[in-house]
């Protein structure tokens, strides 16, 4: 034992040099409106396409759950800032309820109920010295916007501009980052492909690239606004963050199909922003336009950008924010096969099988297998395609589906994946922000509270919604707090198995 204790310090001694993050490397974690909010429908408030959903088809919910109070965060919003300093975050990233701020969609309303709240809440981190990041839009649109079509018609472009204009006169003093929209694919290809998360249209390969078309304009309007009208007095920062797995080929036979997947699954909504020419990824569009033709459609079933609207997307951005959780085998179809797995059903519009390594523990959820080395060469490739950007992780976190509060699996994923945030700045990625998602167990979507993703654990059958901290926010306190992965309590309390 003393030998074996012995062997573990020569190795972290010999290995800290290169455990260190970098000085000025932050750390943070996430949350999202609608996921912790509550308070659905208090004061002037309207419903979102989530209140929506999870009200008229609670089946399509694995408990069959809603948000309508979720953690309560709406008055227990002091609580959570204690834990966030508790951690000694860096900063918080939170999102704003657009129907809450504007409770009819647009702007000629503006909620004192929803200012003071978002005041209060920014107010708060502040005066703990925790920098709040803020998200514009994390999936909770108006309802009555979704009524007009929601993110299938242009038109949102203008709305989602207006809303970002108000959002940053009210907030822009305090908050200097900002993500405007928060993973484009989950709110068209999960939302429109799958027919799975709020509105649930099915509408795969035509509502999903309508939304896609219009998220990237409305993205690229809310930056404009920003750079043009605030910037020059708040000096603050704007991107959007992308869902992105990394797609590993499943052999070398398959470096095409994984790249072409790659083009899908990260290029969808990062071309067009990220590089020189602009639109969408080339093989990406001629892949649809032949396919489309093939189908008999009288034109690419993906809407064009014209050379003005290229002009307008291109270089919307102050840094690349990605989330990563999970990594896909990709290889050819073969005829007859379906695509696999989630999350990417368009895979079966490109042709291309998705598969998980047999080495990849599966976390509580069944798109969930555990792959660190993936999120290395994510930012590696990111790099490659989008050139050398300051690159943030907005999310990155592990799911269970009990509450224990000794969750060593939760601490082994994010020692794995830090290790291999260290591994990529030293491949030169300047990765500057690592963000755990998520701060609470909250609500996860069409999961309900079936899955849970908090370093602290939250009793949803306690009315006062107890908050307790999990052995992982101990650990994650503790690298924050050091600016390392060096010490060594955390390497010998794993048995190392997820
Ligand atoms: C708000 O919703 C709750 C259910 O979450 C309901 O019990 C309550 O009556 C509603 N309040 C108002 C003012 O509609
Ligand atoms: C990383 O990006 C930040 C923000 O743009 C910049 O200040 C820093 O110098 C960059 N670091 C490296 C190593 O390029
Ligand atoms: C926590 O879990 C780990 C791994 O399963 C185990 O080795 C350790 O003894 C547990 N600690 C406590 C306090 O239960």
Known sequence: MIKYIGFVCVLVVLAGAERRFPDGFKFGAATAAYQVEGAWNVSDKTPSIWDTYVHEKPHVIADGSNGDVACNSYYKWREDIELAAELGLHYYRLSISWPRLLPNGFTNIIS???????????????????????????????????????????????????????????????????????????????????????????????????????????????????????????????????????????????IEEAELAMQYAAGFYSHAIYTKEGGWPPTFEKYIAEKS??????????????????????????????????????????????????????????????????DWPQADNSWFFVNPPGLRKLLVWLKKNYGDLEYMIMENGYSTSDRDLNDSKRIQYYQDHLEQVLLAIQDGVNVTRYTAW???????????????????????????????????????????????LDDINTINSFNGEY
């Open 293 to 358: 033709k093939r189908e008999g459609y009288p034109r690419s079933r993906l809407p064009a950008f014209t050379e003005e609207e290229k002009k307008f997307v291109k270089g919307t951005h102050d840094f690349y924010a990605v989330n990563y959780y999970s990594s896909r085998l990709a290889r050819s179809l073969q005829p007859g096969e379906t695509a696999g797995l989630w999350p990417f059903f368009g895979a079966g519009e490109i042709d291309v099988f998705l598969d998980v390594h047999p």
């Open 112 to 254: 004192e109920d929803g200012m003071r709240f978002y005041n209060d809440l920014i107010d708060g981190l502040l005066e703990k010295g925790i920098e709040p990041v803020v998200t514009l839009y994390h999936w909770d649109l108006p309802q009555n916007l979704q009524d007009l079509g929601g993110w299938t018609n242009p038109l949102i472009v203008g709305w989602f501009k207006d809303y970002a204009r108000i959002v940053y006169t009210l907030f822009g003093d305090r908050v200097k980052t900002w993500i405007t929209i928060n993973e484009a694919i989950a709110v068209c290809e999960v939302a429109y492909t799958m027919g799975a998360f709020a509105p649930g249209i099915s509408s795969p390969g035509i509502g999903s690239y309508l939304c896609g078309k219009n998220i990237l304009m409305a993205h690229a309007a809310a930056w404009r606004v920003y750079d043009e009208e605030f910037k020059p007095k708040y000096h603050g920062k704007v991107s959007l963050t992308n869902l992105v797995f990394w797609m590993e080929p499943y052999s070398e036979e398959f």
């Open 438 to 484: 998520t701060l609470l167990d909250n609500f996860e979507w069409t999961d309900g509270y079936t899955s849970k993703f908090g370093l602290i654990d939250v009793d949803f059958n306690d009315p006062s919604r107890k908050r307790t901290l999990r052995k992982s926010a101990w650990f994650y306190a503790n690298i924050i707090e050091t600016h390392s």
